[in-house]
């Protein structure tokens, strides 16, 4: 079993401030017999890994997602030696692969609460100090969440959660070396804990900003200035801000694009685990704003 390490991440010398609530994926199977997905005392374990950090947005979703178990592969296909992500989305399963299969034939995916260390965007070992205004945020979204301006990662020193010691951007702490994250992107100046498992990202060079996604399904679209998969390209609506609140696309994270073809920033929304069978929380525009839930619990 793949099991999460907690020991790296010692907690028990960080600042209360400097530890966040995070959801952990488990992948499993059920014990020989059971019929419940839900009784997690019929859990067998395969592997887990850090999803996401609880976010003030979206965490009654959150919440809820933790309360449910998805059906995630066929168990005669699943490598949990692969990038899981990846390796669920090349599999290309139709939306009703699991009906009529046996429960010990299918692998689930549940979810449990944990903490790490970051914030309600970043999981890892350090904060920022923005360059324009010179003030301490967790993350460069905590920042620009609040500020009027926006901070340039590349640009600006962090600070170790551990040893409060400012550097500039690297892996490991220049003092105390600590491992800050796993998943790093030096161009960007980000590091995260999450593995490829939940977090596979493409930089983009136009944007100058890392996407979550894989690289061969990854489209720059030069009139939106932001990143699609290629399906979302192919049908978006070319637009330079967002069909709701009318914040630019370059200035955010992510774009999405709900249907009809709007494009829409990443916090109007919640994303489920699965790519191709989503859950939606968000606002849509037509004629008024309203909002709209599309749930599809699989």
């Not at 809820?64 to 168990?75: E, L, M």
């Not at 390796?87 to 046996?102: M, R």
């Not at 996407?211 to 489209?219: L, P, S, T, W």
């Not at 249907?259 to 859950?279: A, L, N, Q, T």
């Amino acid at each position: 079993m793949q099991e999460l390490d907690q020991q790296k991440y010692q907690l028990n010398i960080l600042q209360q401030d400097d530890i966040v609530d995070v959801i952990v994926a488990q992948i499993i199977r059920l014990a020989p017999g059971s019929l419940d997905r839900f009784d997690r005392k019929n859990y067998i374990i395969i592997k887990e890994f850090l999803h996401a950090p609880l976010n003030q947005e979206t965490q009654q979703q959150q919440i809820q997602q933790i309360q449910h178990v998805y059906f995630h592969a066929p168990a005669s296909k699943y490598d949990p030696n692969q990038p899981d992500m990846e390796f669920i989305n090349s599999l290309k399963l139709s939306d009703e692969w699991y009906t009529n299969q046996p429960l010990d034939s299918i692998i689930f995916q549940a979810f449990r609460q944990d903490k790490a260390p970051g914030c309600q965007h970043r999981i890892c070992g350090h904060k920022i100090i923005c360059n324009v205004c010179n003030k301490i945020y967790g993350c460069r979204y905590c920042h620009d969440d609040i500020q009027d301006h926006q901070v340039k990662p590349c640009s600006s020193q962090i600070i170790c959660r551990y040893c409060n010691q400012t550097q500039d951007f690297s892996q490991f702490c220049t003092n105390c070396s600590i491992q800050f994250g796993i998943t790093t992107c030096f161009l960007c100046a980000r590091t995260d804990w999450r593995t490829k498992d939940a977090l596979p990202f493409v930089h983009c060079d136009q944007c100058e900003t890392c996407y979550r996604g894989f690289e061969d399904d990854n489209i720059h679209c030069d009139v939106c200035q932001t990143c699609f998969t290629k399906a979302q390209y192919n049908i978006h609506l070319c637009s330079t801000q967002c069909s709701v609140c009318l914040q630019q696309f370059c200035e955010s994270q992510l774009a999405y694009l709900i249907p009809p073809p709007h494009v829409v920033m990443r916090f109007m929304i919640f994303v489920g685990i699965k790519w191709d069978r989503m859950e939606y929380f968000h606002v849509l525009y037509v004629k008024n704003f309203y909002m709209r839930i599309v749930k599809n619990e699989k």
